[in-house]
């Protein structure tokens, strides 16, 4: 039936060379065994030749967004809709190209009118509470989930996307039991992982490192997992557990910047300068803006006597996290040793005014000064194709 009407609206074309119903079939049959390449040609043909039917501009909005190229795919459905603007599939799927870019404003606003719509729909609740999330508003969050949740009690997607935004919204001991549910109940090791990365944040160590052995049992391949059990010893200071599996981590992805920076601040602890170094100058290769990798490198620099060196890494530090104690303490023993008492005398007062400022605030179990902070445990995807 789509098809007989798409002809109809053809029908002023149907003359030319190639004909364009049959460019509509092959492209059609191109998207559906995976050649997108095939497909984006053959649907940009036919936009050139009738540029006002809907399922050519959605059909090439949907492989654009398959490929990647999601600017492109935004473009199209927004086309698709000025000449169908009720379109609701279209409205979803451009909801979607927005998530997809990490756009939680555009993609909120296509969603907003979609839900209110059709309240009910599991799929459309559960991607906008999870873009409220993401966007930074769990009340909004919890608004929409919390009563699907009711109505699913059962639907482990639900409360998968549930979890973290319970957690964001403080209430972080309900967010880790809805994700250790899900580790338990669909056997996920990517639930147990954000699960243990949450409990990490909260410094609920113990936890965490259930969390991480119970994601390894399941899928000891999923990345992330050796870099949260490496984190999670470290704070426990079980530093050659933590540097066995900080190396499996870096052997999985030698680009993974929480592995090489923790690796690198234990391997400081121990003192293991030489072996620390190329781990935290790869972690400030991956994220030059990282303070905490400059300012281990610049201890380790101190050490082997590059003063210059460390005064400047240290000085960097100091000006985008001035509110951090340890680079003062080290800033001030470091003039003083380069022969800057000024310098030193300005450090020390700034380090008695921090060490004033943070009396009584220390919570138990916070990372001491050789301790990495653990990375925003991510949140699922949604599922869906566009």
Not at 50 to 65: F, I, K, S, T
Not at 256 to 261: K, V
Request: proline share 8%; charged share 25%.
């Amino acid at each position: 039936m789509r098809f007989a009407v798409f002809l109809v609206l053809l029908a002023p074309a149907l003359g030319q060379t190639p004909a364009p119903a049959d460019l509509f079939r092959e492209a059609v049959e191109a998207q559906r065994r995976g050649d997108d390449a095939t497909a984006i040609s053959k649907y940009q043909q036919l936009i050139k030749i009738a540029p006002d039917v809907v399922e050519v501009r959605a059909n090439l909005g949907a492989v654009l967004a398959h490929e990647g190229r999601l600017d492109e795919a935004i473009e199209q459905y927004h086309a698709a809709l000025i000449r169908n603007p009720q379109n609701t599939g279209i409205q979803l799927n451009l909801a979607l190209a927005f998530y997809k870019k990490s756009d939680w404003a555009n993609a909120i606003g296509r969603l907003e009118p979609l839900h209110t719509k059709d309240p009910e729909n599991l799929r459309l609740a559960t991607l906008l509470g999870d873009c409220y999330a993401r966007a930074g508003r769990p009340a909004d969050a919890l608004a929409v989930l919390l009563p699907v949740e009711s109505a699913h009690p059962d639907d482990l997607s639900v409360k998968f996307i549930l979890g973290p935004a319970l957690v964001s919204a403080g209430r972080g001991r309900e967010g880790l039991e809805r994700l250790e549910k899900v580790g338990e109940a669909g056997n996920s090791a990517e639930a147990y992982l954000v699960a243990g990365q949450f409990a990490l944040n909260m410094s609920e160590f113990e936890r965490a490192g259930r969390d991480a052995d119970a994601a390894l049992k399941l899928n000891p391949n999923l990345p992330g997992e050796y870099t949260l059990k490496g984190q999670v010893l470290q704070y426990l200071s079980d530093y050659p557990g933590a540097v066995e599996a900080l190396q499996k981590a870096i052997a999985q992805n030698e680009q993974d910047f929480d592995a090489q920076l923790t690796l690198g601040a234990v391997l400081n602890t121990q003192r293991d300068l030489d072996g620390a170094r190329p781990h935290l100058e790869k972690a400030l290769q991956l994220r030059p803006g990282s303070a905490l990798a400059r300012y281990e490198l610049a201890k380790i620099q101190r050490t082997q006597g590059q003063l210059d060196a460390a005064l400047q890494n240290l000085e960097q530090v100091e000006k985008e996290e001035p509110d951090w104690l340890q680079p003062h303490v080290e800033l001030a023993a470091l003039y003083y040793r380069l022969k800057r008492p000024e310098d030193g005398q300005r450090e020390r007062a700034l380090v008695d005014r921090l060490t004033a400022e943070q009396q009584g605030k220390q919570t138990p179990g916070a990372p001491g000064p050789g301790a990495t902070s653990p990375p925003p445990a991510p949140r699922p995807e949604s599922p869906g194709p566009q």
